[in-house]
């Protein structure tokens, strides 16, 4: 999300309007989505939220989970994603997680990859921490994180498939789930993910914000490829 807008770019930069975010939301929930993730793509930059407005508007027209995330510094929503506040202010996840409960808090990370090792990016993967990814990966779950957004800034907006390596070097070491974002092209993309994996969940962008598949194409294949998800 940017100024109202749902937005979409390739390795989180050159970021294009793709449409009102209340009717593309309403439009997933009504064809099957499991989940829906609003992230304010300049809220940590300009240190403001602007999705509760459209938070608000949604929820009475979209009836699955609802995760909230960018510039994330007082609580206010059922579930959160946090990225630059934590790596900023670590305690805040211990702190959120005391008060709402682990279920509500999701580490957001996003990773690219260096020479030996990924680092974990702000500010909607504008600026480097020096952070190893998968280190803070294990401290967000320490801290009280019930659940791991993972993106590779590196597969973002590409559809040239998903960071296996990343995802699964994650998933391995830590204990809760882990949500897999960044590089989703086709469905042969998603069967792979998913058999190379430990992944619980993926999260998805272009190829449905660009109609290349629907989400019942995209259930229905991970269903004949024996891959458990709701129908």
């Keep these: 999300m940017k100024n109202n807008?749902?937005?979409?770019?390739?390795?989180?930069?050159?970021?294009?309007?793709?449409?009102?975010?209340?009717?593309?939301?309403?439009?997933?929930?009504?064809?099957?989505?499991?989940?829906?993730?609003?992230?304010?793509?300049?809220?940590?930059?300009?240190?403001?939220?602007?999705?509760?407005g459209i938070i608000n508007n949604a929820a009475e027209h979209v009836f699955v989970p609802i995760t909230i995330g960018g510039g994330i510094r007082k609580l206010g929503a059922d579930k959160i994603a946090?990225?630059?506040?934590?790596?900023?202010?670590?305690?805040?996840?211990?702190?959120?997680?005391?008060?709402?409960g682990s279920q509500a808090i999701i580490g957001s990370i996003e990773a690219k990859k260096k020479d030996t090792f990924w680092e974990a990016?702000?500010?909607?993967?504008?600026?480097?921490?020096?952070?190893?990814?998968?280190?803070?990966?294990?401290?967000?779950?320490?801290?009280?994180?019930?659940?791991?957004?993972?993106?590779?800034?590196?597969?973002?907006?590409?559809?040239?498939?998903?960071?296996?390596?990343?995802i699964q070097i994650i998933s391995n070491s830590v204990s809760i789930p882990v949500i897999s974002s960044g590089g989703a092209g086709n469905l042969k993309n998603i069967i792979s993910l998913c058999n190379k994996t430990e992944t619980s969940g993926i999260a998805i962008a272009s190829i449905l914000h660009y109609q290349d598949y629907t989400i019942k194409q995209i259930k229905e294949n991970m269903i004949k490829n024996n891959i458990n998800v709701r129908k």
């Design 5 to 52: 807008f749902v937005i979409k770019g390739i390795q989180l930069e050159g970021l294009r309007k793709v449409g009102d975010p209340l009717l593309i939301a309403k439009k997933y929930y009504e064809e099957g989505i499991d989940e829906i993730i609003f992230i304010d793509a300049v809220a940590s930059l300009y240190e403001r939220n602007n999705l509760f």
């Design 82 to 100: 946090i990225n630059t506040q934590a790596i900023k202010s670590p305690n805040f996840i211990n702190e959120a997680s005391r008060i709402y």
């Design 121 to 166: 990016y702000i500010d909607n993967g504008r600026e480097e921490t020096g952070v190893d990814a998968l280190n803070w990966a294990k401290e967000l779950e320490s801290r009280g994180a019930g659940e791991l957004l993972i993106t590779s800034i590196d597969k973002d907006g590409t559809k040239t498939g998903f960071d296996e390596e990343l």
